[in-house]
C-alpha cells in the first residue's frame, strides 16, 4: 500500500482507471467526493458502469464494503440493524447493520420508501444511526455512493430536497467511445476485473488525506467568487429555490478537494468553475421544466449561471 500521501491519491486513481476504461473525469469526481468526506449520486440509466465504479473505489481502499440493494419492502433496520433479544443474559443487544462500513453502495436508491431513505439521511448526514433512542457512530472514513436511473419513475420514490443535499456531487457515468467500450469487451472476456482489484491505500490513509484536503487555502477572491455563483441561483427567475449556505459549502469543500488531487495546496477559479454544475444542480428547485428533461435544463441554466459571474484572475 502507498505509505506517501502524495502519492497515495495517484496510486488510487490509477487503480481504479485499470478496470473502470475511459471515464476519468468520472473516477475523479469519485474521489472528489471521498477525500472531501462526503457522499456521491450517480444517475444514469442501466448498465453504464456505476456499480463498478463503486466496487472500484471500495476494492482501491481496504476497509468494510456492503452493497444495499434497494427495494420498495426495504426496511430501515435493514440498513442500521437492530436490537435482538440474546435469551443466555436476559438482555438485548444491538446487532449492527450493513450501513457499518467504510463505503456503502446505495443501490437504486430512489426505490426505497420514504422511511428507509430518511434513515440513511441520519447516517450522511450526522456520521451516526439511531436505534431505540441509543445512538451508534459510523465507522471513519464514511461514504455514501448511491445510483439511480432519472429515466425510470415506475415503482420509485423521488427523493427529497433534503437527502438530495447530502450529496456533495451528482454525476452522470455516461457511454463509453466505441474504442472504449471494444477494450472493456475485451479486458471482460475471462472474468470481471474488479474482482482482482487490490487495495493501495487503507482507511487511516484516507483519514489522513480528508484532513490534507480541509487545510488546502482559500483566497478572498475564490470566496467571493463561489459566493457570486451562489448568490446568481438565488436570484434567478425560473427558480423557485436557490443554493442554500450547505449548498455554498459543499462546492467550496470540492474545490478544496480538486486542487488537492491536483497536487496544489491553493484553490483556483477553475476548481471552483468545473465542479459548479456537479455540485449544486441537484440543490436548486426550478419553476417549471417539465419532469423528463428537468435534468438537462437545470444543469444548462446552471452552467448559464456560472458563466455569467466574472472570473477573478
Do not use: W
Not at 436511473?149 to 423521488?158: L, M, Q, S
Not at 448568490?231 to 467550496?252: E, F, I, K, Q
Not at 469543500?253 to 491536483?262: C, K, L, V
Amino acid at each position: 500500500m502507498a505509505t506517501d500521501l502524495n502519492t497515495s491519491v495517484t496510486e488510487l486513481e490509477a487503480n481504479m482507471r485499470e478496470v473502470v476504461l475511459g471515464k476519468d473525469d468520472v473516477i475523479r469526481q469519485c474521489l472528489i467526493a471521498l477525500l472531501a468526506g462526503e457522499h456521491i449520486l450517480l444517475e444514469d440509466v442501466p448498465g453504464v458502469g456505476k456499480t463498478l465504479l463503486a466496487k472500484a473505489l471500495a476494492k482501491s481502499v481496504s476497509g468494510k464494503f456492503c452493497r444495499l440493494q434497494f427495494t420498495p419492502d426495504l426496511l430501515p433496520s435493514d440498513i442500521v440493524g437492530s436490537n435482538i433479544f440474546n435469551s443466555r443474559n436476559a438482555e438485548f443487544e444491538f446487532i449492527r447493520g450493513p450501513i457499518f462500513s467504510s463505503i456503502v453502495l446505495a443501490d437504486e436508491i430512489n426505490r426505497a420508501p420514504p422511511r428507509t431513505q430518511s434513515a440513511l439521511l441520519e447516517a450522511m448526514g450526522d456520521g451516526r444511526v439511531s436505534v431505540d433512542g441509543k445512538t451508534y457512530d459510523l465507522p471513519t472514513p464514511f461514504m455514501v455512493i448511491a445510483t439511480q436511473n432519472p429515466f425510470e419513475f415506475e415503482g420509485t420514490y423521488a427523493l427529497p430536497e433534503s437527502q438530495l443535499d447530502r450529496f456533495l456531487l451528482r454525476v452522470s457515468v455516461g457511454y463509453p467511445s466505441r474504442e472504449q467500450e471494444r477494450r472493456i469487451l475485451s479486458t471482460h472476456r475471462s472474468g470481471e476485473p474488479v474482482d482482482h482489484l487490490q487495495p493501495v491505500v487503507d482507511e487511516a490513509q484516507i483519514a489522513s488525506l480528508q484532513q490534507r484536503v480541509r487545510e488546502v487555502e482559500v483566497e478572498d477572491s475564490i470566496y467571493d467568487y463561489l459566493l457570486d455563483i451562489v448568490d446568481a441561483t438565488r436570484n434567478c427567475s425560473d427558480l423557485h429555490v436557490g443554493v442554500s449556505p450547505r449548498g455554498a459549502l459543499s462546492l467550496y469543500r470540492a474545490a478544496q478537494s480538486s486542487a488537492f488531487i491536483a497536487g496544489r495546496s491553493f484553490v483556483v477559479p477553475d476548481d471552483v468553475k468545473e465542479l459548479a454544475v456537479a455540485a449544486l444542480s441537484h440543490r436548486v428547485v426550478p419553476k417549471s421544466f417539465l419532469q423528463d428533461g428537468q435534468r438537462a435544463a437545470v444543469e444548462s441554466l446552471i452552467q448559464r449561471l456560472v458563466d455569467s459571474v466574472t472570473t477573478p484572475t
